[in-house]
């Protein structure tokens, strides 16, 4: 870490500059074999351009001296043979300005072997001349310089074509050079690309995971990020948060034991002077006036209940957080729900009706246990006497379009009550929220039922809603689990560590 930059800023730039390396270096080669191919075809170009210019200049020269020393061995015209030297010391300048250009090394040797033949017909011209014999052997001599050079041109011509040939090789060999560069390095940039994007993404991801940890309530791990500086300076301050929403945690639950637990001494008071008025202590109550103290007992009861819910909330908070997630068998979970409810179901006369396809769900056992028994609560004060109160509950492979993972875990509760309004329908699952007068004239209740559910179900990451059953209200409850429940598990819980799903 030391070697990397300690900002973010710092290190996506460095992250940028390492991945476009290979980029860069792709590039340079592929330049440079382009450079090499065209400097040989601008080599090649010239070279041929040079050899058709100067043959056809030294081809006419020949020519022109060939014509030129017959016209004075035919016609002993003086001015032909001046011409003839002339026309001779112009090929040979010609011959050496091809020397000195350098073109292939056995193309040079024919220049020079074309230049000592024209030299030989000089000489020979010269000799008979100062001699006073025939000229017929100078002018064979410069009839052979002819063919000499003719045959130079072809020579030069041929190293012309294996030139262009060479410039195919030479254009394949850097096809071939940038492909591979091209197929080695761009993998290689891809690669430092995802790398240091890992690399950079790791922080925001721990960052993400902490904050998520932290609405879900969960405040027992520290949150540390060590780089790069602006990240951990962001982590330093969520555990600060984490600190604080603990401490205001604790608080929450320290005022909800110390007030309730202070509340049930008046309450206890309250409830033995209302029993004694009940029992005749202070005379024979009145006609007019026994609903008021039966009022007043109920009114006393239902503050209990309440008060023994706050008292014992943070224990079930505690409970909560301690439970780990896992995959739990479906038929316990109803059956308990069931029990807890079969004295109000028989009171009122009502017939639950279960509907289950899976013979697993996935979630905390204590938390789904509350989950189904606040549902069936919540239906069974709706229901109206003799009503069906339907429980369903399955898990389904998850569809393209629905929540990540491979398994969705659905829950539905349908009664027959007078329903929800739709202005209703989102407040309900507020803590402390009850409905309006219409829905609740002849209920009563805390208002955390519903607020729970909602809880336990955004914890899994799903969602919750209520819908019109006509009549009656339907309550459902879906949410993603990763993997696929077993094929075979034992009636008690198969529980994850550290809160994994034991599937994934």
Known sequence: MRLLPRSMSSLVALGFVIAAMPLAIALLMAISALDRVTQYSDSLLHDSILITRLGEQLRGDIRAMEISARDFVDYGNEAELRNFYEQLDQAIAVLRAIDVAGLDSAFGQEVVEVEQALTRARDAWTGALERGEALTTGLEVVGHAGVSAEEMLQAGTAALRIGEAELEDAVRNAQRTVLIVVGALIPLSVALFFGLTTLINRPVRRAREAIRELGRGRHDHPVRI?????????????????????????????????????LKTPLA??????????????????????????????????????????????????????????WQALEPLLEEAS????????????????????????????????????????????????????VSACTRPADDDEEEGNTVCEITVRDHGPGVPDAEKERIFQPFARGSASIESAVRGTGLGLAIVAETVRELNGEVY??????????????????????????????????????D
Not at 478 to 499: I, N, Y
């Open 226 to 262: 060590h780089y790069p500086e602006e990240m951990s300076e962001l982590g330093e301050t969520l555990d600060w948060l984490r600190l604080r929403l603990a401490n205001l945690e604790a608080d929450k639950e320290r005022f909800m034991r110390h007030v309730t637990h202070e």
């Open 269 to 326: 008071t309250l409830k033995e002077g209302v029993q004694l008025l009940a029992d005749g202590y202070l005379g024979a109550i009145p006609t007019e006036k026994r609903e008021l103290v039966r009022i007043l007992q109920e009114a006393s009861e239902d503050l209990e209940t309440l008060i023994l819910r706050l008292l014992s909330y943070a224990e079930w908070r505690m409970e909560r957080r301690q439970d780990k997630p896992g």
């Open 339 to 390: 029990e807890a409810s079969a004295v109000a179901v028989r009171a009122r006369r009502l017939l639950i009706r279960r509907e289950q396809q899976g013979e697993f769900i996935y979630g905390r056992r204590i938390a789904l246990a509350e989950l189904f028994d606040n549902l069936l609560t919540n239906a069974i004060k709706h229901a109206p006497e003799g009503s069906v109160i339907i």
């Open 466 to 503: 209520v819908e019109d059953a006509e009549p009656g209200a339907r309550f459902v409850l879906r949410w993603p689990a990763r993997g696929l429940p077993p094929a075979t598990l034992t009636p008690q819980s198969q529980e994850a560590p550290d809160g994994q799903n034991p599937a």
